[in-house]
């Protein structure tokens, strides 16, 4: 069996991440399984700050559920990265597996294994610099480095190194330079390095967005001096199509350099499909949220203030690591000191096209921390969809499936950004069911691009305090 991960990449954590001691276990598997079916079971040992430990001589013991138990083992001076090859589970339902080394213990993300036909569920992180990006450099790494370990030590499906381009920051030499290290690690149905940017914009101009595109242009697009998000958008349009690439506000409510997004500048639910929720730098859901930006604008910049006004816009969530670390970890600069965001993708198929268009149409949802599995229907849509309704006097039905490492200690329905039920499952899985038998007609939203509309998403918190927010789905009237 070849190494896993090669000798080269083992020399690239080695490098760029060399861990201390073990102090933490995580095992990785899919989210979406089928019984019988065979699968691979990730196993990486941490240090303290969430590198790969060179110093592990144990065996990894990991239990799987209704089977038996098989060892990984560990070579000191190696980074203690590995895969468990062939394993299957026999029944159908939710499980984790559970793995020891000496006196660490951990569970798996947990997975739906199912006989239904369903959209496999592909977690990346969108948002990842590198030393390309000139911005905290004497914290960040290589290109290398952020596709070794999002792979790897990360054990993601997808990742973006999305280095700044604005102000200076890239020209053509940096642009090759990264177009081509992503085609080499590109490797569809495996791992897709997804083409991406970020351009930043002044304040009341759009923020700080990135570009995410199929495929790489000969040179990037840039509007930082004169321009906002829109023209930006327009320029993209003249360059590629209006359907090769989209553009993702992120930490909106950022004081001075605030995405606030004004009916001027916004570029329409096609260019700007979705909003990043969540990343390092906190949360920016709603104004009071447990996990804000440390210094916030005043100004309505939250996800729930760009929902209301009708701004059609699914959820995503990254790191915005420049520690160049996909999912967490490492030695980040002080601001960056949240839970990491990740982004979970319902697709048939795992390359870059199909990324690219369940982001473009918010087949996914966003989480922090834990890969929780979101999978259900609101009023019989899946989430990021919309559908309308004759007669508003039918109850919309909310019905969920909802499993995650630790437990869980909150799953919230939010109806126009107001959460109207709650739960408490105090468990590691948890189905919800929900009736909104409340007079629609009053609650409606009236807004210039939708009309009138309502608008649902399911909030989980968990007692390791990681979170999830499925896309909205919007009733319109």
Known sequence: MKAYPSELQQKVLAQEAPGDVP????????????PGEMFDAKVIVLDKAGYPSLK???SVRVQIPEQDVVEIAFRRGIPAVGRLQNIRLVNEGLFRLSASCNNLKAYSNPTFCTLEDIPGIYWGDPHVHTVLSNCHADKSRSLNFCFTAARHLSALDWVAATDHVSNGRCDFSKWKEQRAVAELYNDPQEFVTLPAYEASFKSGAGGDNNVYMPSFPDIFTDEYENGNVKTL???????????AFFVVPHHTTRQGKHGEISDEIYPGPDAMPVIEIHSKWGTSEYRGNPNPLKKIHEGPSYATDLL????????????????????????????????????????????????????????????????IIMHGSIAGRAFGEELHFADLTTPPEINVLVAARSDITGIDIVRNGTTIHTITPNSWKAQIMYEDREDLSAVQIKSRYLGNFIYYYVRVTCESGAQAWSSPVWILG
Not at 23 to 34: E, F, G, H, R
Not at 233 to 243: E, G, V, Y
């Open 23 to 34: 102090v933490a276990l995580n095992i990785i598997i899919p989210s979406v399984t089928k």
């Open 56 to 58: 592990c001589e144990c």
């Open 233 to 243: 958008c327009n320029k993209l349009t003249d360059a590629m199509s209006a359907d």
């Open 308 to 371: 209301n006004r009708g701004l059609k816009m699914g959820f995503v969530a990254g790191t915005d690591s420049h520690a160049t670390m996909p999912s967490g970890g490492g030695d980040e600069p002080d601001h960056l000191d949240r839970l990491p965001g990740m982004t979970a993708i319902r697709c048939a198929e795992l390359t870059r096209q199909s990324i690219f268009n369940a982001v473009k149409h918010r087949q996914c949802y966003a989480a922090s921390l834990e890969r």
